[in-house]
Each structure stands twice: as structure tokens, then as C-alpha cells.
């Protein structure tokens, strides 16, 4: 069950071309990907980093989860996703130990990978996205 990686770290961001200006600007950052996953209501941009991401998101509306984050306490970090090599297995796991998930079951996520999320009380008052074998 063990992660294997850090997937991603995700930051919310108002503007996610001002972002990625400011991530080129500053670090010389390009963004390897770029998509509008309607069903999370946002649209995001991966950048790579050594065997890891940073993913900017961008609120498709005010009411989607993102927005309404954005609104309470502004833009930074969102969420860290961990790799896992069996998300069935890893989220039947995390129920076991009575862990609060926020996804019984996996949803498809952004590149078409399996996700899921771990509520944020469960640990550090960060949200956990799980991402099925992605990196
Ligand atoms: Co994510």
C-alpha cells in the first residue's frame, strides 16, 4: 500500500496562464501538459519537476470545489497526490484502518488516470489524491 512516489502537488491558483508566466519567468518552468476536466470543474496544467508534478487548478466556476476553496482561503496548496501501484487495493486499505475518504470508489482524473481523494482530517488538514500508476 505503500505510496511509491509523490505524484503531484497541486496548487490553486485564480489565473492559471498568470501562473505558469510566473513559474516560467521565475524557474524557466514549461508545462508538459495542459486539460479542462469538466468533471472536477477545473482546468489544469501539469509542470514536471524531477520524477514528480506540480499541478496548477484552475476553477471552471465559483461554485465548483476548487472555486469555493479559492474563495475561503485564496490561492496555495490544494491537495499532494500519491502514486500508488492498486488504488482498489490501497483505498480498501485506508477504509480497514478507518481512515475518512472523500472517494469510496476511484473516479477517472486528469490524463485518464484513476484517482481518488483522502478527506483532509484524516491527516495534516491536507487533502491526499491517490493516482493509479501514473509515474
Ligand atoms: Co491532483
Do not use: C, W
Not at 11 to 31: R, T
Not at 37 to 49: C, H, K, L
Not at 95 to 110: C, E, N
Amino acid at each position: 500500500m505503500l505510496p511509491y512516489n509523490i505524484d503531484h502537488v497541486a496548487i490553486a491558483v485564480h489565473n492559471i496562464d498568470a501562473a505558469l508566466a510566473d513559474l516560467h519567468e521565475q524557474y524557466g518552468a514549461e508545462p508538459v501538459s495542459r486539460e479542462t476536466v469538466e468533471s472536477q470543474g477545473v482546468e489544469e496544467a501539469m509542470i514536471a519537476i524531477g520524477g514528480s508534478s506540480l499541478q496548477l487548478l484552475q476553477p471552471l466556476t465559483a461554485e465548483s470545489p476548487v472555486g469555493r476553496f479559492l474563495s475561503k482561503r485564496g490561492e496555495g496548496l490544494h491537495h499532494v497526490a500519491f502514486a500508488v501501484p492498486d488504488i482498489d487495493a490501497a483505498l480498501e486499505h485506508l477504509a480497514g484502518t478507518g481512515t475518512r475518504l472523500v472517494d469510496r470508489a476511484p473516479r477517472i482524473g486528469g490524463g485518464g488516470h484513476r484517482i481518488a481523494f483522502v478527506h483532509p482530517s484524516a491527516f495534516g488538514g491536507t487533502l491526499v489524491e491517490l493516482v493509479e500508476g501514473a509515474t
